[in-house]
């Protein structure tokens, strides 16, 4: 497709499960950001990757939280025994070099945790 | 560290009003900024932005000038349109710093906006 992509739309889980989400970024975007929006909070930066650099982790709130990405294709933000406080819609842009600030963002997945 | 605020909505207007959403920032270094819609149901898109001190940021009606001397980077439109209700989030990036968080945009909350018929 022509934008980011992102699955599920909506995930809701019981606490202690692990879930597991995925972003398909604009093709030949080489730069791929995860966020999460809190209900009434800006968005939170969680991990950056750019093309085969190491990503930078600095914004997992928790070892819970863990995030892989093949050369420039998808990513999966995995996020081990959920908790309650981890209910946010979770966000994930592309961009087409880490230079490049305009960031394409998907809709996102809204995450339950019951 | 960096950091944006900005004015807490929802904001509602009628059509064809003023708008104003403030917005002030903290930085080290010189940031860019950049102000972020997302209308309902779609994922947030671009939607002005500016990279030194003085430059106007502008598109689909919409203004907003960096000012360095007062930290601010207020989003304006001087006629709204029904078609602008959406969530506008004003952010940052440093264009300094690529190391660590290289790349890492810095948002504010967001400003819901209503605009009535």
């Known amino acids: 497709g022509a934008g980011v992509s992102q699955s599920p739309s909506n995930k809701v889980t019981e606490k202690g499960k692990d879930v597991e989400l995925r972003c398909d970024p604009i093709?030949?975007?080489?730069?791929l950001y995860w966020y999460r929006q809190r209900l009434g909070q800006g968005l939170e930066f969680l991990i950056y990757f750019q093309g085969n650099s190491a990503p930078d982790k600095s914004g997992l709130p928790s070892d819970r939280f863990s995030a892989e990405r093949t050369g420039e294709s998808v990513s999966t933000l995995t996020i081990q025994r959920t908790q309650q406080e981890d209910s946010a819609v979770y966000l994930c842009?592309?961009?087409?070099?880490?230079?490049?600030?305009?960031?394409?963002f998907g809709s996102g997945t809204q995450l339950s945790v019951l | 560290g960096n950091s944006v605020t900005q004015m807490e909505g929802p904001v509602t207007l009628s059509e064809e009003a003023f708008l104003t959403i403030n917005c002030t920032y903290t930085?080290?270094?010189?940031?860019?900024l950049f102000w972020y819609v997302q209308y309902p149901g779609e994922g947030l898109q671009l939607l002005l932005k500016a990279t030194k001190a003085d430059d106007k940021g502008s598109n689909k009606g919409f203004e907003a000038t960096y000012r360095k001397e007062t930290t601010s980077f207020h989003l304006e439109k001087g006629s709204v349109q029904v078609s602008d209700s959406a969530v506008y989030f004003c952010a940052l990036s440093d264009g300094m710093n690529y190391g660590g968080s290289q790349g890492n945009l810095i948002f504010g909350k967001g400003t819901k906006l209503s605009v009535k018929p």
């Open positions: 093709s030949g975007h080489t730069a």
């Open positions: 930085a080290t270094g010189y940031p860019s």
């Open positions: 842009a592309s961009s087409l070099s880490r230079d490049n600030e305009k960031l394409f």
